[in-house]
């Protein structure tokens, strides 16, 4: 079984970065496609990046695309978010999770383990 645990959320002005990580352990790393999703309140959770178990492919949820960057070291059994002009809208929990899953799967239900999630706020 696979634990996750993320790091390097907080309070960010509009414009701004951030970037977050996610510790693996408990589990082979490397043979899970590894995704990144979010949840603001009163919304549903929605598909942010996704990255492929040898890192050498990624996809990402319309709205991100061309902003943030999904990245892994699986010698250090992390990933990584690297989050650019951020806007407020991007304020919500983020979560990372493994899926053994082969490809980009974008649903929630594909992917087995999540990690607790930490606080993005965007301010305007």
């Known amino acids: 079984q696979v634990q996750l645990q993320e790091s390097g959320g907080g309070l960010v002005q509009a414009g701004g970065s951030l970037r977050l990580s996610c510790a693996a352990s408990?589990?082979?790393?490397?043979?899970?496609?590894m995704g990144w999703f979010r949840q603001a309140p009163g919304k549903e959770r929605e598909f942010v990046a996704a990255?492929?178990?040898?890192?050498?492919?990624?996809d990402y949820g319309d709205s991100v695309k061309g902003r943030f960057t999904i990245s892994r070291d699986n010698a250090k059994n992390t990933v990584y978010l690297q989050m650019n002009g951020l806007k407020p809208e991007d304020t919500a929990v983020y979560s990372c999770?493994?899926?053994?899953?082969?490809?980009?799967?974008?649903?929630?239900?594909?992917?087995?383990?999540w990690g607790q999630g930490t606080q993005v706020t965007v301010s305007s």
């Open positions: 408990g589990g082979t790393f490397s043979r899970y496609t």
């Open positions: 999770a493994a899926s053994g899953v082969v490809g980009f799967p974008t649903g929630a239900g594909q992917y087995a383990y």
């Open positions: 990255i492929t178990r040898s890192g050498g492919t990624t």
